[in-house]
C-alpha cells in the first residue's frame, strides 16, 4: 500500500471531573444508567497524527509506562475507525502526550480517543460530520463523547446523552493522583455489589437529583456548589481502596470548600475558593502524604481543540 506523507496534525482533549454522579440501576447492556455533571478540567492530553508505514502508538508524559500501544488504546481504534470511514490506509504514527493522570477516573484514555478522531479527522482530509465522528466518540467510550464537546454538561444514559449547562463560574481544583489506579469495570461491579447488600439505601444513600447543584452552577453560587458535589461511586472506589479516606480527610483539613472522588476514581478532586486557595490547600496536601502527586487544575475548559498547523 503506499503511504502518503502528510503534514502531522496535533489535536489536545481535555480531562474531566463529575460534579454530580448518579447511578440509576444496571441496564440489560451491562452498562449502568447515569445522571452526572461533567465539568471539563484544564489538564488536556495532545495526540499528533504523522505518516508511518504502520499504525503504531507512543507515549510520553506522566505514567506513559503504563499505557498500552497496541490496538487496545483508544487512539488505535479511532485512527482506524476514521481511516476505514474515508477509506483511507491507516498509516499513521500516533503520539500521546499525557498531562491527565492515568486511572485516575478523569477520562485520560477518552480524552486521547477524542483527540485521536479529530487529529485523524484532519490528517486524512475524511471530512467527517460532528455527529459522525461523536458517533464514533461513543464507539470508543462512554466518557469520550463528554471529552470532545468540553464545558459543562448534564449526561443521561451511559453518559452520553448531554445537554450543554450554563455555569457562571469558573472552579479551581486540587486533584490528589493516587499510588496505584482503580479499573472502572471493578469500581461499577463494586457498587451493585453494594447495592444489592440489605439497608444499602440507608448505610449509601443515593445523591439524587443534581437540580439544585444546577441552579448553583447557573447563579455562580459557589457554597451551594461545594454542598451539592457528589457520587454514588464513591462509596465503591473507598471500598476497594480505603486509604482514599484518608486523602478525602486530607483536602478538608487543607482549607478545600470540598473533596470527592472523581468517577470511578482513584483521584480525588477538592474544590477550592479560588486559585490563590488551590494553590495553598495543594502545598498542604503534598506535605500530607497521603497520595502519589498532586496537581492543579480549573474548568469549565473547551473540548476537542484540533491545532493550527504551521505550515
Ligand atoms: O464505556 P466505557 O468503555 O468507558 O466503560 C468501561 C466500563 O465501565 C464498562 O464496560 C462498564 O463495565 C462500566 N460502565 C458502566 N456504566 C456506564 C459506564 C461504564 O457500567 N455508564
Known amino acids: 500500500m503506499l503511504t502518503v506523507v502528510r503534514p502531522p496534525v496535533s489535536a489536545s482533549a481535555p480531562g474531566k471531573v463529575n460534579l454530580h454522579l448518579g447511578v440509576d440501576g444496571l441496564r440489560g447492556d451491562g452498562y449502568h444508567e447515569l445522571t452526572t455533571v461533567f465539568c471539563a ?4 492530553d495532545t495526540v499528533t497524527v504523522s505518516t508511518s508505514d504502520t499504525l503504531r502508538v507512543t507515549v510520553s508524559g506522566e505514567g506513559a509506562e503504563q499505557i498500552p500501544t497496541d490496538h487496545t488504546n483508544l487512539v488505535w481504534k479511532a485512527a482506524e475507525m476514521v481511516a476505514e470511514a474515508c477509506g483511507a490506509y491507516p498509516g499513521v504514527a ?8 492515568v486511572a485516575g477516573g478523569m477520562a485520560g484514555g477518552s480524552a486521547d480517543g477524542a483527540a485521536a478522531l ?3 479527522n484532519e490528517y486524512f482530509h475524511a471530512g467527517l460530520e460532528r455527529q459522525t465522528l461523536l458517533d464514533m466518540a461513543l464507539e470508543l467510550g462512554s466518557d469520550v463523547p463528554f471529552c470532545v464537546m468540553g464545558g459543562s454538561a448534564l449526561g443521561h444514559g451511559r453518559g452520553e446523552q448531554l445537554l450543554p449547562v450554563l455555569h457562571r463560574t469558573t472552579l479551581h481544583w486540587v486533584l490528589a493522583i493516587a499510588h496505584r489506579g482503580l479499573s472502572t469495570p471493578a469500581v461499577f461491579r463494586e457498587y451493585d455489589r453494594l447495592a444489592a447488600r440489605p439497608h444499602a439505601h440507608t448505610t449509601n444513600p443515593p445523591i439524587g437529583s443534581p437540580d439544585v447543584l444546577l441552579q448553583a452552577l447557573a447563579g455562580g453560587d459557589l457554597p451551594t456548589i461545594a454542598a451539592t458535589l457528589g457520587n454514588d461511586l464513591q462509596a465503591a472506589a473507598l471500598s476497594l481502596y480505603p486509604e482514599l479516606r484518608y486523602t478525602l480527610r486530607a483536602g478538608q483539613e487543607a482549607g478545600a470548600l470540598a473533596g470527592l472522588v472523581s468517577g470511578s476514581g482513584p483521584t480525588c478532586a477538592f ?7 488551590a494553590l495553598a490547600v495543594s502545598a498542604e496536601l503534598a506535605g500530607a502524604g497521603v497520595c502519589r502527586m498532586v496537581r492543579t487544575a480549573s474548568g469549565p475548559v473547551p473540548g476537542v481543540t484540533v491545532e493550527e498547523q504551521a505550515n
Not at 41 to 44: A, D, E
Not at 271 to 277: G, I, Q, R, T, V
Open 41 to 44: 478540567l484544564s489538564l488536556r
Open 118 to 120: 479529530f487529529a485523524c
Open 271 to 277: 474544590l477550592c475558593e479560588d486559585a490563590n486557595s
Open 94 to 101: 500516533l503520539h500521546i502526550d499525557k498531562n491527565i493522570p
